[in-house]
């Protein structure tokens, strides 16, 4: 997959790298904080929207990218981080919302989608650190 002869996967990891840990620390915040879930919450759900999209897009744009290059051990550590991203990611984009939309009608519903939201956060942050730190240690290895 290449944008105007460049490899895509370069390119979309950029986005993925940004709007997964905005998405993720936004919803952490509009979680416990009612007065910015009023004010930001909707914006934090496109944020995660977007997120999911740009980690589903770096998934498989990284497997086409390793297909074309071939494997090393570093390439595969960063491969198995990365096939497990797009889950926490997809997971906050669709229980963030619902979060937000049963917060005035269920309170057992509220806190079962914002524990979900936040356990999908937290899953998202995590497993974006270990992808990003073992891809830059794949392309840079023993630069520095």
Known sequence: MNVFGLPLHPLVVHAAVVLIPLAALGALVVLVSAKLRDRYGWLTVWFAVAAAGAAVVAKFS????AAGLGVGPLVATHESYGELVPYPTVALALFLPAALLVRKRSVAGWWVAAALSALAAVAGLVL???TGHSGATAVWGGVG
Do not use: N, P, S, Y
Request: no cysteine.
């Open 62 to 65: 990284g497997e086409a990218l």
């Open 128 to 130: 974006v650190l270990l």
